[in-house]
């Protein structure tokens, strides 16, 4: 993969543009702005939104169009691959990953904790933002934590560490071979 060229314009929008507590952050911007990702995206899209000529929403709706049947191409070979898994044995991850997707909906959010290898968003369909958490730098730790913080954020989520817990603990040892994970799934 490639980086940006040369000449492009790079602005970095972040609640820590600046990475003060990251000593080795070297990654060069032409402009730093401190906000929250999501009120940034909204109001970036309002301001284009009111600059836009008709000419340009024709371009924005047949490049979403496009876009949006390659994703639909893509999710068709995707489950072709997990179908083309479905008897393997020990479980393939990808299988695995395939069918814990069928089983999660908009009311559930999953924490991955799972390294590499699973795929387990390739699977997942939420639509709704906020519905699916991973950390893909390490396995075993992050997630009772953030099961906490999510359940102290909505009086309605409970912790569902049945049979979901044992469903993705496979997916971390076929792709991880390491040691015991800590996977939650909330449903709210």
């Known amino acids: 993969m490639s980086g940006p060229s040369p000449d492009a314009y790079v602005a970095v929008i972040d609640i820590d543009p600046v990475k003060m507590k ?15 990702a999501l009120s940034a995206i909204e109001t970036l899209t309002a301001a284009v939104r009111e600059r836009m000529t ?9 490049r979403a169009a496009r876009w949006a049947e390659h994703a639909r191409v893509q999710r068709a070979e995707a489950e072709q691959d997990a179908l083309s898994r479905a008897t393997a044995t020990p479980i393939d991850p990808i299988w695995l990953a395939y069918n814990i997707g069928q ?16 795929n387990l ?3 997942l369909c939420s639509a709704r933002p906020g519905s699916y958490f991973a950390n893909p ?21 409970r912790c569902d560490r049945g049979d979901r ?8 040892r076929q792709t991880a071979r390491s040691g015991p994970p800590h996977t939650t799934a909330h449903r709210s």
Do not use: N
Not at 165 to 172: S, W
């Open 54 to 62: 008709a000419g340009t929403r024709g371009r924005v709706a047949e």
């Open 121 to 123: 968003d390739r699977y």
């Open 165 to 172: 817990r044992r469903l993705l603990h496979v997916l971390d």
């Open 22 to 36: 990251t000593p080795t952050y070297e990654f060069t911007a032409d402009q730093r702005i401190a906000a929250d």
């Open 103 to 118: 089983l999660v909906d908009d009311d559930c959010i999953v924490l991955d904790e799972t390294l590499g290898g699973g």
């Open 137 to 157: 730098a390490s396995s075993g730790g992050w997630s009772p934590g953030a099961a906490l913080g999510r359940k102290a954020g909505s009086a309605r989520a």
